[in-house]
């Protein structure tokens, strides 16, 4: 059986894009972006450039506020 470690599980996590998290935030999509740059949220780059954002650390800071 294959060991799932941290980074394989994080492939495979749901990525929501910056105006899906502004909505659970009720929040314009441009704050979700300096939040990114402020380091209170950790983006991913997509191939493309887009910034995407992890659907647990979203819902961690959402249950914590």
């Not at 314009?28 to 990114?36: F, G």
């Not at 740059?37 to 959402?62: F, P, Q």
Request: hydrophobic share 35%.
């Amino acid at each position: 059986m294959m060991k799932h470690t941290i980074q394989h599980k994080i492939q495979y996590e749901q990525l929501l894009t910056p105006a899906e998290v502004a909505s659970r935030f009720h929040v314009d999509p441009k704050t979700v972006t300096r939040w990114a740059t402020e380091g209170k949220l950790t983006a991913r780059r997509t191939l493309g450039g887009h910034r995407r954002y992890l659907d647990s650390e979203v819902t961690r800071l959402l249950d914590a506020a």
